[in-house]
Every structure is written in C-alpha cells, then in structure tokens.
C-alpha cells in the first residue's frame, strides 16, 4: 500500500490526473490512499514488553492464546492489534524439534566415549550388495571418528574375523594402533581370535548394546553416505568392477568430498591440519611397544 500510495501521488502530480483515475490505474483503494497513519498509543510498549514476557514463558504459545493471557491480565486489547504487534515483533511459534535423546547407559556408545584426536576411536561396519547376477557382495568399512577419514573399504563375496585382521594389521602398520576400536555385536567382530588379537596390540573393543546403531554414529554416517553416493547409483557386473569403483569413490570421499562437519573441508585435509598442529603427530605413529609385536600376519 505505501508504495501504491507513491505511485498514486507521482501519477497525479507529474500527469495532471486525478486520484480517483490514479488510484483505478494503480489498484489502490481510495480509502487506502486517503488513509493517515494514527500515532502509536502511549501503552504500545508495555503492551510489547507483555507479549515477550508470555511469549518467553508460554514458547509452544500462539498470538491468541497470548491475548487470552494478556486479557486475563486486564489489558483491554482486540485480537487484530496483539496478531499485529506479534508479526511486527517477529514472534513466532518455533519449529518442532526432534526429541532429545538421554545418554542412556551405554557406556560404549559414541555420545559417551568421544574421540579427541586421531587414532583416538576408529570404528567399523559391514555394507552388504549385490551383483547383477545376485552374488552378494560384503564391504567392511572403517573410519577414524576424530578425522572422518575412511581408513577401509573392503570389497569382497565373504569377509571372516580372520579377513578382518588382515585389513586392521595393514592399517596398523601404516597407521599405528588406534586406543578403542567401536563396532556392533556382529559375529565378525566378537570372534574370540579378533579380540585376542586386538588386545596384544594394546587397542579396546567398544560394544554397542544390541539394536542401537545410533550408539555407532559416525561409520553408520559413512555407511549412510556410501549407500546414496554409490550404492543406490551403480550396478556391478563383478567383484573387480565393485572393489574398483569403491576405490575411487573412497578416494573422492576422503580427498575431494567436502565435509559439512569439518567446516567443508576434506576428511584429508583435516587430518594433515591436525598433523600439522603437532598435538596428534605422535598419535599417527606406532607406539613404541607395539612396533616390536608381530602383527599376526600368516
């Protein structure tokens, strides 16, 4: 309407029309145009501080129940000017949000055991697929929680404990040992001859409480990325086209995909940060202790 009333006034003065043909060729009512602003009432600011003050208390609260309240409180007020002056405060009713989840009991869970630095907590899952023919394919994935690097992604038709070792020993030479290790119940993953393993080279096993992969966040973040970036996109026609496309899209996820967590950095990019840093420098090199053990490889 105010810039309506411009148009009308510029058309009457710069064209010589009148106002009634002004308002017609501008849409703009008559009574609009004639209209003159009232001044704003002396309680308008109380009345405000009233609104907030409800608003605040009452936050699942609407401009009606509001006016309710503040006409319970004696305040002589229509219904119109409390929505007006809720608009023109910019108050609204938020957004519902999703229900806090409690820490819970479960010690071993991700919102309880963070990490804080690299190789602090690594953690791993299996991704099951198919090949065209309807072969199953298994891929053990891994991630370092602190860096979000994927450390792991093996592509093969059956994968045992013993496979599992093998991919964690050639990691930890390249890598040293991380301090915890976090997975699920799967029967891989709590094989006698695995946690044995784990335990001579100094590195804990975290186990999730049974049906709660949230407790798994950061490889179930993985997997979840894995699924709708490659999974969900390509159809293999064999063992050695999955294992090379895997490759490449690990490669893109931890050198060219950016991160949203990590400020939209690369996972790589993190890391060599934190390196940098010299805080984790140490923490990227075998420990002392483990560089003399045998790493089980036969």
Known sequence: PVRRRRAVDHLSAAHG????????????????QRYRAKDRPDDE???????????????????????????????????????????????????????????????????????????HVWSYDFVMDRTEDGRQLKMLTLVDEFTRENLCLHVARHIKARDVIDQLA?????????????????????AKELRRWLASMGSSTLFIEPGSPWQNAYVESFNGKLSDELLNLEEFTSLREARHLAATWRNEYNHIRPHSSLGYR????????CAASGSASLRLRPRRSQASQPLGLS
Request: charged fraction near 30%; proline fraction near 5%; hydrophobic fraction near 35%.
């Open 17 to 32: 029309v009148s106002e009634r043909r002004a308002c017609q060729v501008v849409g703009q009512p008559r009574s609009t």
């Open 45 to 119: 600011a109380t009345l405000v501080g009233d609104m907030r003050r409800h608003a605040a208390r009452h936050v699942r609260f609407g401009y009606r129940r509001v006016w309710a309240l503040l006409c319970r409180e004696g305040w002589r007020v229509s219904l119109g000017r409390v929505q007006r002056l809720w608009r023109k405060e910019g108050l609204r009713v938020p957004q519902k949000r999703r229900k806090r989840r409690r820490l819970g009991s479960a010690e071993n869970g991700c919102t309880r055991l963070t990490a804080e630095r690299p190789n």
């Open 170 to 190: 050639r990691l930890f030479i390249e890598r040293g040992a991380p301090d915890h290790i976090r997975s699920d119940n799967g029967p891989e993953f709590i």
């Open 266 to 273: 690369t996972p790589a990019e993190f890391a060599a940060t």
